[in-house]
Structure formats: C-alpha cells, structure tokens
C-alpha cells in the first residue's frame, strides 16, 4: 500500500511540477519524466531543473530494500505497457477459477438436458414412423376393398346380360381378360352416394337381456332345471329438440300360463327439460313411476328379480299419465309426482279413477363418508275400479326408507303400508279370501345390502357380494299368514355390458298363508347391448 500510494503521489507531482530533464544526457525526449515516459504525460518545467518523482521513487526504492520488500520494483521506462500485443490480449482478463467450475457445471447441466431432449425427438420419430406406416397399410386394404367391391357389381351385371354361348369344338373360349371392363375409379364415382336420414343422428338404440338357469330344490318341484329369458328389453332414444326428448321401450317376457313370450311396450313417453325451470322435467305418456324404478337403482339387481313392493303386487313400475320431476339443489335430493291411470302398464284404463303418487328422496349431508345417507319418503293415493258399491274400493300405499350409498357399500331398509280390497290381492295372497269384502291392512319390511369386494383390493373390484330380506304380513288382522324371503350370493362383472349372479333365494311360510315354500339355486346374467 506503501508503494501504490508513492506511486501515484510521484506521478501527480511529475504531472504538475516537473520540467525536461536536461541532465539526462538528451534520452528523454523533452516534456517527458523518466517515471512517466511510458504514458507519454506532458510535463510542466519547473525552477530546480530535476525530477521531483524521480527522486521520491528512489527513495522510496532505498526503504523497501532496507525492509525487505521483494514486491517492490521500479517502473520499466523502456517499453509502454501493453506494447508489441494485440488490442485482444490487451483486453483480456484472467477469469477467476470459481467461475470457470460454475461455468464448466452449467455447460454440463445443459448438455445433459439436450442429450434428453434428442432422445425424446427419437422416440416421437420411431412412433410417427409406425404410425405412419400403420395408415399407408391401412389405405391400401381400404383401396383395395373398394377395388374388389366396384368390381364385384360390374361382374355380376355382365355375367346377367351376356349369357354364355355355345361353343364349336374348334371354337376357343373367351377369357375374362378380353370382356371390357370400366375402371374401378369410374364405377365408384358412377354409383350413387346414400346419405343417412338426419334423425338417426339424434337417435341410439341399446339393449338388456335378463338369462337364467336355475334349479328347484324344494319337494314337490325338485330337479326341475330350466333355462330361460326372464327379460328382454329393446330400448330406443331420441333427442327430438333441445329440450324434448323421446324413449321407446319394449319389452318380451312369459307372462301366461301356456309359456308364450309376449312382447308389450314397457315406456312410450316425451319428457321436456327446463320446465318450468333448469332443475324441472315434464314426463307424458307411458312412464316411470316414482318409486319402483327408483329402488331398483339402489339394488343393481334388477336381473335376480323385482324389488319387494312390486313383487308382492303392491306397486308396478309404469303407468299411462303425466309426471314431474324437480332435481333439489346442490344434489340435496328430489321428488317425483305423477297422475296416472292406476291400472299398471300392461291394463287398459278400466273406469273414471286415478292414482297420484309422490316421493320425496333428501341427501343431508354434503362431505365425508355421510354424504351416502340418504332418506326417501313415498305416498299413493287411488281407488280400483268397478267395486260393487257399497264395498271399500281405496288403494293406498305408503313407504318410509333410509339407507347408505357409497363406492363400495350400498344399504337400504324400507317399511311399506298398505291398504287395498282383500279381492284384489287374492291372486298373490290366498290367504286373504277370510277377509273377502274388507279393507286388508298390509305390513311389510325390506333389507338388501351389496358389499363390492374393491374395498379389499384391487383385484375385487369386479365381485360383489349380495344378500337381502323380506318379511311381509297381507293382513295385519289374520294370523300365521306371514312369509319371509331371503337371497343372498356373490356376482361377477366381466366388463361394462356382462354380469353373472350366482345366488340362493329361499321363502318361507306360515302355516295360514296357503301357499308353498320355495327354495332354489340360479345362476343370473345380465346382458346389455
């Protein structure tokens, strides 16, 4: 620091004080120090005649050598700095080795990156290469099945108006290469292009099947084995306008006691979105009814057979009438109100009556597991037609539920109320001719529960184990008239459109019921389409 802050006091003092060295013997050129020649500063004279920087610098010299100094040293005169190198060595500086490490670990990094990328860009070349030959190879089996179909016509048609000839014994036979032939280009350009109707693109047409083979294991019916189409179901849609849509239904199944399979028509109705407001449906003709078609989508086994109201004929699943159905905010619920004929589906209207049904279904709860709770309310209100008068003729039915929905669990328990003239449930109900002419005050509860092994493992996705029960009583007031129905099994879904079930249903009765036990093995699949 010593000899930085000499240096510049020297060269400061050489600038402003000093003048030509004449002792010099003529070497400096005038107007130039010794010290300062290699800059080229212009001096200024001064009155002693020598070298105030000189002198300091020598000075200076003689104490760095008396302490020891071995980094001092006298500035070269001779040559400017810099002086025989090129302007670029002159401007290049030495970079600190820290930086040239980061440098050389980012030149690294990046060539590290691009190694990836290029492997990346080969990959995608080798896949749009077989792609592109998998289409060139598609192309010409299409090119060629268009040749082969514009040819097949032409041929045909020639054969047709040119019959063959008798030939002479020296007469040769005509080859196919010499009958002219119009190229396959102009044959396809020459027939005519069908265009489908425009409906059939607001239009889908699906399918369910319902196949079984069961045997009897109960005396009296033991080893009787059939199989059989319990169901089939041909299903048609189409969107007639934005909001008005169409659904077609029908329907094949024995129902007679000869065995004929009857085709009916299940649905046949127009259902208007929006009305009056985005979460309303306006639904007329013959349609769903509130409550069968309902628990039949909590079941899932519609397959194995109806669900409990309506297999014990207290309630059917469509009937001829109007129907609205309001959507609850935020998924809290919804109900369903119709007015319908009352007579079912497969009746006629028989008389001036008719049914109103209503359900009310309400979801609390909006996260966690409890957002599968659910709990449903249901009422009907009708009359059956032509009742000698003076006889009850009411038909009532009430239903009150709760159960659990979720991924892989489903739950549901119901009770049913009921109310109806014993004459007409007799044919279900034997028991109920000791109450023929009175009202017959029924009582019955269900429970089903289905468990999808997916809760174990991945692997159980596709099983799930079911099991259900019902207990009803025709007639409060008549005793040992009750039977009970358990089924229970586990099912198989092969994929989206085939399931099997393989289960055990059994009832039993009470001695008053006049009607036999039952007791069966099935093996159940649905089919879709």
């Known amino acids: 620091m010593l000899v930085a802050a000499s240096r510049n006091a020297g060269t400061a003092a050489c600038r402003k ?20 020649a290699r800059g080229g500063v212009d001096m200024k004279p001064n009155r002693s005649g020598q070298c105030v920087a000189l002198a300091t610098w020598a000075a200076l010299g003689v104490v760095a050598v008396l302490l020891g100094c071995p980094t001092f040293a006298f500035p070269q005169a001779s040559a400017p700095e810099g002086a ?35 492997k990346l860009i080969e990959q995608l070349r080798t896949r749009v290469s077989e792609q592109g030959s998998a289409i060139a190879e598609l192309q010409q089996n299409l090119e060629a099945s268009r040749r082969a179909a514009s040819a097949a016509p032409s041929e045909s048609a020639q054969a047709a108006q040119a019959p063959e000839q008798p030939q002479g014994p020296g007469q040769p036979k005509a080859s196919e290469e010499e009958s002219p032939k119009a190229p396959a280009k102009e044959q396809a350009e020459e027939a005519p292009t069908r265009q489908l109707p425009e409906w059939l693109g607001r239009t889908t047409f699906s ?92 079941w899932g086994y519609r397959f194995q057979g109806t669900v409990f109201p309506d297999r014990e004929g207290y309630l059917t699943s469509t009937d001829l009438g109007l129907g609205w159905k309001v959507d609850l905010p935020r998924q809290f619920g919804d109900f369903h109100f119709s007015v319908v004929n009352g007579e079912g589906w497969t009746k006629p209207e028989a008389g001036k009556y008719k049914d109103v049904h209503l359900r009310f279904t309400l979801s609390p709860f909006r996260s966690g597991w409890a957002k599968g709770i659910f709990l449903g309310a249901f009422g009907s209100q009708g009359n059956y037609d032509g009742v000698p008068l003076g ?3 009411d038909r009532r039915r009430a239903i009150l539920q709760g159960g659990y929905r979720g991924k892989h669990l489903r739950f549901m328990g119901s009770y049913l109320w009921a109310s109806d003239p014993a004459a007409q449930l007799l044919s ?62 586990p099912s198989y879904r092969w994929n989206r459109y085939v399931q099997t079930l393989l289960d055990f249903e059994q009832v039993l009765v009470d001695a008053g019921s006049l009607r036999p036990k039952e007791r069966r093995v099935m093996l159940q699949n649905e089919i879709r389409f």
């Open 17 to 36: 004080d000093l003048r030509p060295n004449d002792s010099a013997g003529g070497l400096l050129a005038p107007g130039k120090c010794a010290l300062c």
């Open 84 to 118: 025989g190198k090129s302007r670029a060595q002159r401007v290049a500086q030495p970079t600190p080795p820290l930086q040239l490490e980061e440098m050389k670990r980012i030149l690294e990094a990046q060539a590290a990156l691009l190694r990836e990328q290029a």
């Open 207 to 298: 399918g369910t099947s319902y196949l079984r083979y069961s045997r009897e294991l109960q005396r009296g019916a033991r080893d009787f084995n059939p199989f059989e189409f319990d169901r089939v179901y041909f299903i048609f849609r189409s969107q007639l306008t934005d909001r008005i849509s169409l659904r077609y239904t029908m329907e094949g199944a024995r129902r007679d006691a000869e065995g004929d399979f009857d085709i009916a028509t299940k649905h046949f109705f127009v259902e208007v979105a929006n009305f009056p407001f985005a979460s309303g449906r306006l639904v007329a003709g013959l349609a769903d009814l509130p409550w069968v078609s309902y628990e039949e989508g909590i």
């Open 391 to 393: 006889l009850p003729n």
């Open 428 to 489: 279900r109900h034997p028991s109920l001719v000791a109450r023929a002419g009175q009202l017959a005050q029924a009582r019955g509860v269900s429970v089903f529960t289905v468990v999808n092994l997916g809760m174990l493992s991945d692997a159980g996705e596709k099983w799930e184990l079911i099991a259900r029960y019902d207990r009803l009583d025709p007639d409060r007031l008549l005793r040992d008239n009750e039977h009970q129905r358990w089924i229970f099994g």
